[in-house]
């Protein structure tokens, strides 16, 4: 629902701000006093291209914003969360910006945003699905979204037919089919170079599995060899320390031994100087081990050709498969399980072909039957549709239109069935059927949607409907029905109209009156809610012109208490 909008140096507009309330939002105001100017900023709010022409003179940019409600659209709130976008308090502040440079920009909810994703949120074009269902839908001489898309045809006639239901079980079959058939053309795009590819795997799958990659390859391999080419430097240390710690007779342990034989003949002169001595003969016991540990090392020193050449040609096999397989051998290894499944993917092509095609068979039965089910439903709706529709119709003075639901079979499954479904309308029993989207004017389709909405009912997303020329010829009991019909419309949702029927203007739950100022050369319109008084002078005004009268007056209060 739209809480708010406020227009800022549009066209004739310097400043506006409106709060729109539930239920039927009633502007009205003399011809050329600028209720098309909001018409047009409403447009804006849903996506329109903008013009810098509408920039009001003198000033740098126009700003159009919109508040919205979105608590009763979990929808709405889902595609914003997609797009990266909060809504707090589950409110959509829409702005516009137009600049007179021709520099434009779009917010939503203070989020730099593109005209595309407005379109998405506030009011998608309905064209293979209604899935998407807008904010505000308009219904005009020069602008309707909905009523002219077969999309929203289709919605409505499963609406009333009670068909949604089944045909939501059917898009999720219908989705299974559409992935399965993904797999069936990624297999079939490949086969052209199956056997190619087949090749190449077999050689990464040999080459890795030959080298037969361990823990140790890597750091530990380049060890290993660099042991081997210092292996002489290495002995030399090993026998360097063995003299030092040992052999000598200069040796640690030898110095040890000597001050451990003179402290033992010392210590009957003084005790305690073995207890100070203690600590450093309890070295000899950890210098044995490290001789001992050095002297294993060494063993392992000796230099074998042989070894070395296996080490050094390992290390550089390993070097080759880190450049096409991974830096590590645990890297390797996961590129070889990769290999693996490829592998059997592509080796197991004919068998997964065919059981895709099995899978797949089997979805289209169930469709097809779903489908078929679908279309019998469609076509026995589409009669009472119809009939209920003329019957609103005649009802609203439109003698002689006779609407009509057109429903043909298509050959290939659509995500919606086989049906496809189109509005049509003739002039009279003797014309023949003629496209709703290309021979109803602004006012028959508004008009024709208000029949339907009659009909149909309220869809369980609510959202604003933008009624303009509804009134177009119509006159006297046909207006009040308009008005009447126009206010069940709009409950548990909202509707804004602009007319210029007393009958219409009558039924309002919120009346706004629009005029235009004219101070020197410039211009400017203003937007007044009316309640109490101002809204029986203003209805007044709508029955009698200018010179209110006590008539018209007392028809005017009588118009608001029906």
Not at 235 to 255: A, N
């Amino acid at each position: 629902m739209l809480l708010a909008l406020k227009v800022s140096n549009f066209a004739i507009i310097e400043e506006v701000e409106i709060e729109f309330k539930s239920g039927l939002n009633i502007l009205s105001g003399e011809t050329g006093s600028g209720k098309s100017v909001i018409m047009k900023s409403l447009g804006l709010l849903m996506g329109e291209k903008s013009d810098t022409q509408t920039v009001r003179a003198g000033s740098g940019q126009a700003v159009i914003e919109g508040l919205f409600d979105l608590s009763k659209r979990p929808d709405i709130l889902n595609r914003l969360k997609e797009l990266g976008i909060e809504a707090d308090d589950d409110n959509l502040v829409v702005r516009r910006i137009v600049s007179a440079q021709g520099k434009n920009k779009v917010y939503l909810n203070d989020s730099l945003s593109a005209l595309t994703s407005l379109k998405e949120i506030v009011s998608p074009l309905i064209e293979v699905t209604g899935s998407a269902v807008p904010l505000i839908e308009i219904t005009s001489q020069h602008e309707n979204r909905s009523l002219t898309s077969k999309a929203y045809h289709l919605d409505l006639l499963d609406q009333y037919s009670g068909v949604w239901s089944i045909r939501s079980d059917y898009e999720s079959v219908f989705e299974k089919r559409t992935i399965i058939q993904c797999k069936i053309n990624e297999l079939k795009a490949n086969l052209g170079w199956r056997e190619q590819r087949l090749d190449f795997l077999r050689y990464q799958k040999t080459e890795i599995e030959n080298f037969s990659p361990t823990e140790n390859d890597g750091e530990g391999l380049e060890n290993e060899v660099r042991v081997q080419h210092n292996s002489s430097h290495l002995i030399e240390f090993k026998t360097l320390v063995d003299e030092l710690l040992y052999e000598g007779d200069s040796s640690v342990l030898s110095m040890l031994h000597k001050i451990e034989q003179k402290a033992l003949y010392l210590q009957k002169v003084d005790t305690k100087l073995i207890d100070l001595l203690a600590p450093l003969f309890q070295v000899k016991s950890v210098i044995n081990d490290v001789v001992y540990e050095i002297r294993e090392y060494g063993k392992s020193l000796e230099v074998d050709p042989s070894e070395m050449e296996r080490l050094e040609k390992r290390l550089s096999d390993f070097r080759g498969l880190q450049k096409k397989y991974g830096n590590t051998a645990k890297d390797i290894l996961c590129f070889l399980e990769k290999v693996n499944d490829e592998l059997s993917s592509l080796e197991n092509f004919e068998s997964s072909l065919e059981n895709l095609d099995q899978e797949k068979e089997k979805i289209e039965k169930e469709l097809l039957s779903m489908s078929l089910d679908m279309h019998k439903r469609r076509i026995q709706a589409a009669r009472l549709l119809s009939q209920e529709v003329n019957a609103e119709l005649k009802d609203l003075n439109m003698k002689g239109l006779l609407f009509e639901v057109l429903i043909s079979k298509i050959e290939e499954l659509s995500s919606t069935g086989i049906s496809e479904v189109e509005f049509m309308t003739r002039v009279g029993k003797e014309d023949h059927a003629r496209a709703l989207a290309k021979f109803a004017s602004g006012g028959e389709l508004s008009r024709i949607l208000l029949a339907l909405k009659q009909v149909v009912g309220h869809s369980d997303k609510p959202r604003t409907y933008l009624f303009d020329e509804v009134d177009a010829g119509v006159s006297g009991e046909t207006a009040e029905k308009v008005g009447k019909k126009l206010r069940r419309i709009s409950k548990g949702q909202q509707v804004i109209c602009i007319t210029h029927l007393p009958q219409v203007a009558a039924q309002a739950d919120s009346h706004y009156f629009v005029s235009k100022k004219v101070n020197g050369v410039r211009t400017r319109m203003d937007l007044t809610e009316l309640t109490g008084k101002a809204r029986v002078n203003e209805i007044a005004r709508l029955i009698s012109g200018e010179k209110i009268t006590k008539t018209s007056l007392a028809h005017a209060e009588a118009l608001i208490s029906l």
